[in-house]
Structures are given as structure tokens and as C-alpha cells.
């Protein structure tokens, strides 16, 4: 059973506008999300969160918006650069406990120059 | 942010034998660590939680048998795959957890293939 879905395997974006990229959970017992970003053979690299208390949180050109009601979140890029081209995969905690994350299936985002 | 580095970063071993991979954390102290694997297009799938000084505690299907964890300081953990089998080729990559639930720093990763 898949507690966080990433439905689009991809998506690609013109350099300079918004990517958008989505994810949804089940479990109603999360209460963190962060946002990774992944090149390949490599490890991912934390990109942005938001607690559940929030349902925005915004780092330079990046904001993650959080819909608690629809299990909904996405991670907004604007302007989308060619350098954003990775494997983006959103992550679910609850922050209760070991910090045990659940991963999304990824979505690699494709900036074309 | 924080570094963690994990060795070797590919290894390549013949079928029944055992392959040691290790996960440090370079500048900081890590009271936890976390093993995921992730297949070809697939998500990154926790396989255990590994604490400093006790057991591991292991995801729903993962053989503790198989995949030991061994966790003997606060900047070192180790994952041995046990009698290899080409199914356990995977990517495998190590997290250090810090203080706050989003301090969790990735390692680069180890590809194993098992021939």
C-alpha cells in the first residue's frame, strides 16, 4: 500500500516557468513533508519542508503548498532553471518517533533551455 | 548541511557471498540512521531503523537475517548483505537523522550488483 503517490512519473518545463510538481498521502497521522531532490547515482539532498501546522512554506524559488483536508501537497519552482532537472520525491513523517520517512515513487522534472 | 558518505560506492560480488557497506557521518553525531534501497524507476523503500548502541528495527518484509545492521557508534553505521542473491541488486542509501525531524542528511548511495 502506497501512503505517498507521486502520479506523474514526469514532467517537463520550459526554462524560466513554473514547474509544478504534486503529491498525495493516506495516512492521516503525517505531519511532516519535505521535498528532495535527486541526480542520479546520487544521494537526495533536502530541498524544502512544511509541518503540518503550516500550509505554505516558501525558500527562494521554491515554495511547497500544503492541503491537509485533500492529503495534498506540491512543490512549486518558479522560474524553473535547467539545473532543476532531477528526480523530485516528496517525503511524509510523523514527527512523533524515529523520524521514519515515507517516500514518494519520484517525479523527474525536465527543464528544457 | 550535514555530510554523510557511504563506501564503497559501487561493488560488484558473485552470488552467495556477503557485501559490507558502511555509512558515516562526517561532522556530526547521529544517535540514528536509516537503510533504504530503491529499484530501477522506483521509490526509495526503508528497509530499517538503526539505532546507536541497540537493534535495529527492521521494515515489514525485510529479512533481518539477511540485511544486518550494525550500528557501533554515533558517526557509523553498517549494512552487510548477507549470501547475496542477484535479486538484492539494488542501489542503497544511507540517511543520518539529526535532532529535528527534517535534519535527515542522505548518503550518496552504494550500487550493488550481484553477479
Known amino acids: 500500500d502506497q501512503q505517498v503517490k507521486q502520479n506523474s512519473p514526469s514532467l517537463s518545463v520550459q526554462e524560466g516557468r513554473i514547474s509544478i510538481l504534486n503529491c498525495d498521502y493516506t495516512n492521516s497521522m503525517f505531519d511532516y513533508f519535505l521535498w528532495y531532490k535527486k541526480y542520479p547515482a546520487e544521494g537526495p539532498t533536502f530541498l524544502i519542508s512544511?509541518?503540518?501546522?503550516?500550509d505554505k512554506n516558501e525558500d527562494g524559488r521554491f515554495t511547497v503548498f500544503l492541503n491537509k483536508s485533500a492529503k495534498h501537497l506540491s512543490l512549486h519552482i518558479v522560474p524553473s532553471q535547467p539545473g532543476d532537472s532531477a528526480v523530485y520525491f516528496c517525503?511524509?513523517?510523523?514527527?512523533?518517533?524515529?523520524?521514519?520517512?515515507?517516500f514518494g515513487t519520484g517525479t523527474r522534472l525536465k527543464v528544457l533551455a | 548541511g550535514a555530510v554523510v558518505s557511504q563506501h564503497p560506492s559501487r561493488v560488484i560480488c558473485k552470488s552467495g557471498t556477503s557485501v559490507k557497506i558502511e555509512c558515516r557521518s562526517l561532522?556530526?553525531?547521529?544517535?540514528?540512521m536509516f537503510w533504504y534501497r530503491q529499484f530501477p524507476k522506483q521509490s526509495l523503500m526503508l528497509m530499517a531503523t538503526s539505532n546507536e548502541g541497540s537493534k535495529a528495527t527492521y521494515e515489514q518484509g525485510v529479512e533481518k537475517d539477511k540485511f544486518l545492521i550494525n550500528h557501533a557508534s554515533l558517526t557509523l553505521s553498517t549494512l552487510t548483505v548477507t549470501s547475496a542473491h542477484p535479486e538484492d541488486s539494488s542501489f542503497y542509501i544511507c540517511?543520518?537523522?539529526?535532532?529535528?525531524?527534517?535534519?535527515?542528511?542522505f548518503g550518496p548511495g552504494t550500487r550493488l550488483t550481484v553477479t
Open positions: 517525503a511524509a513523517s510523523e514527527t512523533s518517533g524515529t523520524y521514519k520517512y515515507i
Open positions: 512544511i509541518s503540518s501546522i503550516k
Open positions: 561532522d556530526f553525531q547521529a544517535t540514528t
Open positions: 540517511s543520518a537523522g539529526g535532532t529535528r525531524a527534517y535534519e535527515q542528511y
